[in-house]
């Protein structure tokens, strides 16, 4: 799947509409209930010092702004992460499955489960959750990055709505926000100064600021940054050291002083 991560738009491409993958009974594409609360747009990208995964903060029920605070990057253990985008109920659900397995797995063996595991496990989750997601009621397509330590390296993984995974080279995207993204870092990686993976974290993170941003402006259900409601996007940092939140008195300094400026 080389470097590219949104398996909805690969799905497009090979003829297969909205229609196709979330049926109805009035064969429009859309549910014949209620709007379900989703989430938007995720990311995640290697850099020098490991892996960064990113997400908004805005989920939606249709073009209503249900919340602005939710939190689509899910800390799973010490080592990996998993970043959501669809419908927050049913991933959230999938991260507490896997937290509470992977700390079973520790505490009786006496040691983390390996990646290869905890990918096989997310990938279960996915495909019992199918027949949800083929009905349009509990889609979630994350990307799961981590740290293996048996190759010591950050990885990064993506998934479509059946459980299939896909090793990502250097960056995955998902959800709505995604094709300003996935264009951007194509972009950079193929004409850019450098591949994006040699960035230092202090660049990186403002190259996520403005990935983000430019994502907010062309896709009306990714938040962005709201600097007046002090809302930026949940960014953290996987390496050998474990996962770390940037702390958002951080990202508020990078983007008053870099982004804007």
Known sequence: MGQHGDFLQVLQEQGYGMDTLFPSSNGSGLLNHTELTTGTTVFAMKYADGVLVAGD????????VMYDRTDKVLEIDRFSVMAIAGVPATAFE???VLEHSFKYYRRSQLQDLSFEGK?????????NNAPAALAGTGTVVPVFAGYDSFE????????DILGAEFEAVEYA???SGSPTI????FYMNRWGTGP?????????????LRLMTSAAEFDSATGGVDAQAQLYPIVKRISAEGVRTI??????????EKVLS
Do not use: H, Q, W
């Open 57 to 64: 903060r805005r989920a939606t029920a249709g073009n209503v």
């Open 94 to 96: 999938m991260a507490r």
């Open 119 to 127: 990918l096989r496990a997310l990938s279960t989750l996915l495909k």
């Open 152 to 159: 010591g390296c950050g990885k990064i993984f993506f998934y």
């Open 173 to 175: 995207v998902s959800g």
């Open 182 to 185: 996935r264009g951007i870092l």
């Open 196 to 208: 994006v993976a040699g960035l230092n974290e202090e660049d990186a993170l403002i190259f996520v």
């Open 247 to 256: 702390p958002a008195d951080r990202l508020k300094t990078i983007f008053s």
